[in-house]
């Protein structure tokens, strides 16, 4: 069992820079992929970022490349999203899940993540 809580949310200007946290507890945390995604108003979910449970692999939506970042730290239990260059765009829920599976390769899709935090929410003003 994984418990996830995303912190670091809030407004922010268009260029501005914001850095989302997710707490885990549970003692499974480090064997389990992790993402990022988001849902911006009337629109679907959508991955923004993947990483495997030891750090070794990532990917990042196209929207995102070159301007977020993310990472792990397995022995705080915490994974982050650096988001840069914040657009107007960027705009939304953000949420982390852990995978089902364990130490698996970068997981992409929302069916195969099992634990889910309540999300974070954020805006970018133009």
């Known amino acids: 069992q994984v418990q996830l809580v995303e912190s670091g949310g809030g407004l922010v200007q268009a260029g501005g820079s914001l850095r989302l946290s997710c707490a885990a507890s549970?003692?499974?945390?480090?064997?389990?992929?992790m993402g990022w995604f988001r849902q911006a108003p009337g629109k679907e979910r959508e991955i923004v970022a993947a990483?495997?449970?030891?750090?070794?692999?990532?990917y990042y939506a196209d929207s995102v490349k070159g301007r977020f970042a993310i990472s792990r730290d397995n022995a705080k239990n915490t994974m982050y999203l650096q988001m840069n260059s914040l657009k107007p765009e960027d705009t939304a829920d953000y949420y982390c899940?852990?995978?089902?599976?364990?130490?698996?390769?970068?997981?992409?899709?929302?069916?195969?993540?099992?634990?889910w935090g309540q999300g974070t929410q954020v805006t970018v003003s133009s």
């Open positions: 990483i495997t449970w030891n750090g070794g692999s990532t």
């Open positions: 549970g003692r499974t945390f480090s064997s389990k992929g």
């Open positions: 899940a852990a995978t089902r599976m364990s130490f698996a390769g970068v997981r992409t899709t929302e069916d195969l993540y099992e634990y």
